[in-house]
């Protein structure tokens, strides 16, 4: 197959638990996908989509240390396979097994490490990995605001869940490279920008901006700067912590996955008080300033937004969105996807899923009934018109994509086998690793 552009939707499988870990989020069950996934995978055909976000629950599949129900992966995966769908595998979107208790175990990252090397055994042919989504919000919603899993507040506990939030994706990309020397990491995770309202409101706007790439710093052994440094180690990160993520670099394994929705931007106060400004800057603007900072080929991983009263809110933002994304790739950034998140409506995200009111929140290409909306027909419509212009993906990738029902074919194993010697060379390491800025 030739080099293709990455036209994706995804099957959102949040699964948080709110009330002090009393109830679990699953928005699998909520939107129905356990009962009608293969009509969910014909509706992705039926789109021209050949990339799916997807991932299996981890609260059902992972028992315990080395313990695995893979019986609903096995089926699922299979059909993608079949389809020649490739998945990019979403290992953990915002909750862990109840066993695990949330993302202030200090054991998590190495328990997780097993886990996802285990699915990677299980399907060697997926190649695409997410292994912890949206790792910043994961540890903001969790341990800064109060929302889900653990549900604390404050720097400290914030600074925990980051810490072992990203060393766990970091030694999960370890775990699969053993088994899949030539995987491919597509970091999902918000871009976010605070603007400042008033002079008084620059310095708490510098320090949000800061922390906003502290995830990605982290999981691509980047040094993050003096006031960050200091903030974490104020709060509880140790150098030696710190240096494990200097260490561990995969960055030529990576793509940099950003979402964007019309809530990543935000108002500052002088207090340091922050509430949603609507979009400013937009995609453009915001991704390019996380390119300049990481230089990885970029997949916009998310977006979305309400069908409003005139139908044609979703539509419209659609064309906005790949307005943004062909501006910057005319800038010159290695734009390699796009994604509209998700494939059908969500339940209860307009509460960020902290309530379990079971409200319909339409921003499906498809409705709950899995009837096409009309942003559905639009997306239809941009991936048969611009699929064969933006055939680039592979100019830009050190490690080209291999499609499900090609990973037995020749030149695949031959490409395992040469970035498997590449990786083991020392005398390579260096200039394989992407300079420091």
Sequence with gaps: ???????????????????????????????????????????????????????????????????????????????????????????????????????????????????????????????LYTPVNEMYICAVFSARYGWWNEQLTGDKAFVTALKYIVKANVLAMKAILEVRPDAIFIQSESSEYFHAENPAAIKPAETMNAERFLSLDLNYGKRVN????????????????????????????????????????????????????????????????????????VMHTETNIWEGPKGDEAVNWLWKEWANVLRVRNDGVPMVGFTWYSLTDQVDWDTALREDNNRLNPVGLYDLDRNIRPVGTAYKQLIADWRQVLPSQ????????????????????????????????????????????
Aim: net charge negative; with cysteine.
């Design 226 to 297: 003096s006031s960050m440094y200091e903030f974490l180690m104020d709060n509880g990160m140790t150098r030696a912590e710190y240096h494990f993520f200097l260490e561990n670099k995969m960055k030529r394994h990576c793509i940099m996955g950003n979402d964007y929705y019309y809530t990543n931007e935000h108002r500052v106060s002088a207090d340091g008080s922050t509430r949603a400004s609507g979009e400013i800057f937009g995609y453009h603007v915001i991704t390019s300033q996380y390119h300049d900072r990481y230089r990885l080929p």
């Design 1 to 127: 197959m030739g080099p293709q552009f990455l036209f994706a939707t995804g099957i959102e499988n949040s699964n948080p638990t709110i009330q002090n870990g009393k109830l679990r989020v699953d928005e699998l069950e909520k939107c129905n996908h356990y009962k009608l996934w293969h009509k969910d995978f014909d509706l992705v055909e039926e789109l021209g989509i050949s990339f799916l976000r997807y991932g299996p629950p981890i609260h059902t599949t992972w028992l315990g240390p080395g313990k695995y129900d893979w019986s609903f992966a096995d089926v699922t995966f299979q059909d993608l396979l079949r389809r020649n769908i490739a998945p990019i595998v979403d290992l953990c979107h915002f909750g862990v097994p109840d066993w695990i208790g949330n993302f202030q175990n200090p054991e998590f990252p190495e328990l997780f490490g097993q886990y996802a090397k285990a699915f990677a055994q299980r399907f060697p042919w997926v190649q």
């Design 394 to 437: 592979s100019v830009c990738l050190q490690v080209p994509i291999v499609m499900p029902q090609e990973s037995n074919d020749a030149w695949a194993h031959e490409q395992k086998q040469d970035v498997k010697e590449a990786t083991a060379d020392k005398s390579t390491a260096a200039a394989n690793a992407s300079p420091e800025s």
